[in-house]
């Protein structure tokens, strides 16, 4: 079984960076997709990146693109998530999560294993 385990997360000032790191372990014979979501208060639980097994495609929600960075180190078994100009509207819980397929998934119910999330907090 797939675990996931974010770190990272934290309090930063508006228009500042974070850098959230998630460590896989479990893995057996596949390597997934593995994917970034968020959700805040009240808020149902978004998609944010993703990125494909072997690094070459990613995918953002247009509330994050051109800020936010999605990477994969495979001989650390690590995915990161790199927020540069972070906004008050990025506060939530991040988590990330893996999919088996393709990594265009942006539903909640299309990854497997989920992480249990780092609370990142924008202050405005």
């Known amino acids: 079984q797939v675990q996931l385990v974010e770190s990272g997360g934290g309090l930063v000032q508006s228009g500042g960076s974070l850098r959230l790191s998630c460590a896989i372990s479990?893995?057996?014979?596949?390597?997934?997709?593995m994917g970034w979501f968020r959700q805040a208060p009240g808020k149902e639980r978004e998609f944010v990146a993703s990125?494909?097994?072997?690094?070459?495609?990613?995918y953002y929600a247009n509330s994050v693109k051109g800020r936010f960075t999605i990477s994969r180190d495979n001989a650390k078994n690590t995915v990161s998530l790199q927020m540069n100009s972070l906004k008050a509207e990025d506060t939530a819980v991040y988590f990330c999560?893996?999919?088996?397929?393709?990594?265009?998934?942006?539903?909640?119910?299309?990854?497997?294993?989920w992480g249990q999330g780092t609370q990142v907090t924008v202050s405005s």
């Open positions: 479990g893995l057996t014979f596949s390597r997934p997709a």
């Open positions: 999560a893996s999919k088996w397929g393709p990594a265009d998934g942006f539903e909640v119910g299309q990854y497997a294993y």
């Open positions: 990125i494909s097994r072997d690094g070459v495609m990613t």
